[in-house]
């Protein structure tokens, strides 16, 4: 298996680290994207829930981060 991403850089691969809320369940858990509408620091955005185990929405509650990839991170 390769190690390549299988997808482009985006919902949750690039951009700012977020704390964010899911709409569907409520929970709360750091999240990146570059694809927020709205503001940066309190708008919304797509990104898979593990709790609800499926793709939902997701509000900003504040910017953690604001550098574009997770390099070094954690």
């Keep these: 298996m390769s190690s ?3 997808s482009a850089p985006g919902v949750g691969h ?3 680290l977020l704390s964010a809320r899911c709409t569907g369940c409520g929970k709360v ?3 990146r ?3 927020i509408v709205g503001e940066r620091s309190r708008g ?3 990104h898979v829930c593990h709790s609800c185990k499926c793709v939902t929405w ?3 509650l504040r910017v953690l ?3 574009e990839s997770s390099g070094g991170v954690q």
């Design 65 to 67: 981060q604001e550098g």
């Design 29 to 31: 858990s750091e999240k």
């Design 14 to 16: 690039a951009g700012p």
């Design 4 to 6: 390549e991403s299988r």
């Design 58 to 60: 997701w509000n900003v």
């Design 33 to 35: 994207t570059t694809e």
């Design 44 to 46: 919304s955005f797509q």
